[in-house]
């Protein structure tokens, strides 16, 4: 189960960085634009949090995404 999980936070966190890398933001433009804090995107991007869903939300969007274009793929 701990691997699952594990593969699921590490997906999340490639789909993040994937999408902030496509709009030329850092980890600090999108935790402003989420009013979230830059350690903590820079750990859900690690796939080391295990965010809550509205983490997710405020971070879709930040990246003026729909939670479905952000959980593609993951």
């Given at each position: 189960?701990?691997?699952?999980r594990?593969?699921?936070?590490s997906?999340?966190?490639?789909?993040?960085?994937?999408?902030?890398?496509?709009?030329?933001?850092?980890?600090?433009?999108?935790?402003?634009?989420?009013?979230?804090?830059?350690?903590?995107?820079?750990?859900?991007?690690?796939g080391?949090?295990?965010?809550s869903?509205?983490?997710?939300?405020k971070?879709?969007r930040?990246?003026?995404c729909?939670?479905?274009?952000?959980?593609?793929g993951?």
């Amino acid at each position: 189960m701990a691997k699952e999980r594990d593969r699921l936070l590490s997906a999340l966190g490639s789909r993040i960085r994937q999408l902030r890398d496509a709009k030329g933001w850092t980890q600090e433009t999108l935790a402003e634009a989420a009013d979230l804090d830059r350690s903590y995107v820079a750990g859900i991007e690690a796939g080391l949090r295990n965010p809550s869903i509205r983490a997710v939300a405020k971070i879709a969007r930040g990246l003026r995404c729909s939670l479905s274009q952000l959980l593609e793929g993951v």
